[in-house]
């Protein structure tokens, strides 16, 4: 994948400890790691810790980056951590606040109300790492491989849940569908 | 300088993507019910810029080198009680050892003092016990000669 080349410098002068440069990486990244956090988490506040920790956790590794990669893959796979440690840490919040936390009353406002409600409902109900997977995989367009080194798991196995989520939620969801 | 930096949105990503996977309005419904709860665009660019003005504060406050410090720190610190534990075994060992040598030295400087006798009386035996063959020899010899 090629990298920007603005990208590539603010890596270097962050390197080189200029926390503007820094600054400007977390501007880029932010959105994109808050929703790698979020779909790990799916409560708000919970995914911006995770992604606080993130950054400064990549922070403190700079030195460590190699510039090859790319740096959001590299952020997004400390993010993941940072959030799976924060679910093993915390035994996250029961289903019902779950659900509430899912719910956006002012979003979309043309979009069906019932479909928003049943997809959180059903959300809620998959396995914590089924919903991480179809939610990076379907939704923000991360392939098996990328979800399977932000999770810590095999790509194959990444596949596998997202065939799964994808089964519960179409079972669930088959009355709204047509 | 950073805000012009442009990369592919999802969408984009999603282009490529197989054909069982959701369909765009089921994407995007739990896309926007995973965004930050915000009321509006502006407010939006709002949070998104405190949130960057949080982890801004809380990198400056972090040290860049801390977490590899607080690694070396722990393991300094079980350095420290490891060689406080060795430099401890190596002077009781060393005591023991320097205690023991003694002990062994007295030990073989008294079986050495106490067996000299023993020692002694084995090569009179030989001796004797020669001067028994000897005579024992010339009689012989003295008794064949007739």
């Known amino acids: 994948m090629r990298i920007p080349d603005e990208e590539r410098a603010l890596v270097r002068a962050a390197k080189a400890g200029d926390q503007e440069a820094f600054s400007g990486l977390v501007r880029l990244h932010q959105r994109r790691a808050y929703l790698v956090a979020r779909a790990i988490l799916t409560v708000h506040e919970d995914a911006e810790d995770a992604l606080q ?81 179809i939610v990076m995989h379907d939704v923000e367009g991360y392939t098996h491989v990328e979800i399977g080194e932000m999770l810590g798991i095999p790509g194959g196995t990444a596949r596998s849940d997202l065939h799964h989520a994808r089964q519960k939620l179409r079972e669930l969801l088959k009355d709204l569908r047509g | 300088m950073a805000d012009e930096l442009k990369f592919p949105d999802p969408s984009a990503r999603r282009a490529d993507r197989d054909s069982d996977a959701l369909d765009e309005r089921t994407a995007r419904v739990i896309r926007e019910a995973y965004l930050p709860p915000v009321a509006s665009s502006e407010a939006e660019t709002a949070y998104w810029n405190a949130l960057e003005s949080r982890i801004m504060a809380r990198v400056a406050s972090a040290d860049p080198a801390q977490s590899e410090q607080g690694w070396l720190s722990v393991l300094s610190g079980w350095a420290q009680v490891g060689l406080v534990a060795a430099a401890a075994l190596f002077a009781t060992a060393g005591l023991l050892s320097s205690q023991l040598g003694d002990t062994e030295e007295q030990v073989a400087y008294e079986s050495v003092m106490t067996s000299t006798p023993e020692a002694l009386s084995a090569p009179a035996q030989l001796i004797t016990s020669s001067d028994h063959s000897v005579q024992r020899d010339a009689a012989l010899q003295y008794v064949l000669s007739y």
């Not at chain 1, 190699?66 to 289903?95: E, S, Y």
């Not at chain 1, 009353?105 to 997977?133: I, K, M, Y």
Request: hydrophobic share 45%; glycine share 2%.
């Open chain 1, 53 to 133: 920790d993130g950054f400064v956790r990549a922070f403190q590794a700079l030195d460590r980056f190699d510039p090859a990669q790319t740096f959001g893959a590299w952020l997004n796979k400390i993010v993941a951590n940072a959030a799976l440690d924060l679910t093993r840490r915390r035994k996250v919040r029961n289903t019902e606040e779950l659900t509430d936390a899912l719910r956006s009353p002012f979003r979309d406002p043309a979009e069906s109300a019932e479909l928003s409600e049943r997809l959180t409902a059903a959300l809620a109900t998959l396995p914590e790492r089924a919903r991480s997977v």
